[in-house]
């Protein structure tokens, strides 16, 4: 596994504006449910149409628990949790989901087997160059 990155200008308005430069992550393309469900099928006996019917049942139970307020564990593909923002009020009674949730996200935690990959370090290659490393 290796990631691609790039290397950005950025000005820093903390501190009086100084351009710094920054590694940016570069991503090279997106996975949908049908590649994902076709890859799935290849590696075992449930055929592709099988693998995205479950895939988007989850999805949607997903969605279902999560809107109850649930933290939905996955195992190895990690946790996801709703959350909301909010804007303060100096007194309690003031506060209304209508007026004060700003948005609503929902929340990822990785699994511990992926943070520790993580931790342990991912090979990374600069955007332009044919070698990793």
């Known amino acids: 596994m290796a990631i691609r990155y790039r290397i950005t200008k950025r000005s820093n308005s903390i501190q009086q504006k100084k351009e710094q430069y920054i590694m940016q992550a570069v991503h090279t393309g997106k996975i949908n449910l049908d590649y994902i469900s076709n890859a799935i099928s290849n590696e075992c006996s449930l055929h592709e149409v099988d693998v995205k019917a479950v895939l988007m049942a989850l999805g949607i139970k997903l969605e279902y628990y999560l809107e109850k307020g649930n933290i939905v564990d996955l195992g190895d593909v990690g946790k996801f949790k ?39 370090g991912i090979t990374t290659y600069k955007e332009g160059s044919r070698s990793v490393g």
């Open 82 to 120: 709703m959350g909301f923002q909010c804007i303060a009020e100096e007194d309690a009674a003031k506060l209304s989901p209508k007026k004060n949730i700003k948005k609503y996200h929902v929340n990822y935690q990785s699994s511990v087997k992926l943070k520790r990959k993580l931790k342990a």
